[in-house]
């Protein structure tokens, strides 16, 4: 399975994006689903999760206020809406589905099964 991640781009500090992520023919319901990005020369870090019918949801730290994930079940597809960008906010941004996500576990990588190609945000200052 594969998801496929889009919406990313350059922007001035202070913008907004909205990255999509779209999963055809997956019962994405069934999972949890997250964001998380990689910067150059660091690891892949959490940004953000949603429960399988989307009524609660996790984010990182710098995340929490600035970005809202949301998620449309009927369409397979997750969203992560960003505003007030910053230029560490500047990464390769991935979305990822699990089928065995936790609570206590929703922020490691290791946890999801699926993975989406990643699309690049850079933040201009």
């Known amino acids: 399975v594969q998801l496929q991640a889009s919406g990313g781009g350059l922007v001035q500090v202070g913008d907004s994006l909205r990255l999509s992520c779209a999963a055809p023919?997956?019962?994405?319901?069934?999972?949890?689903t997250g964001w998380f990005r990689q910067a150059p020369g660091k690891e892949r870090e959490f940004v953000a999760a949603?429960?399988?019918?989307?009524?609660?949801?996790w984010y990182e730290g710098s995340a929490k206020g600035r970005f809202t994930i949301s998620r449309d079940n009927a369409k397979n597809s997750v969203y992560l809406q960003m505003n007030s960008l910053k230029p560490e906010d500047t990464a390769v941004y991935y979305c990822?589905?699990?089928?065995?996500?936790?609570?206590?576990?929703?922020?490691?990588?290791?946890?999801?099964?699926?993975w989406g190609q990643g699309t690049q945000v850079t933040v201009s200052s």
């Open positions: 990822a589905a699990g089928a065995g996500v936790i609570i206590s576990t929703l922020r490691r990588a290791s946890a999801y099964d699926y």
């Open positions: 023919g997956f019962t994405f319901s069934r999972y949890v």
């Open positions: 949603i429960a399988r019918r989307g009524g609660n949801s």
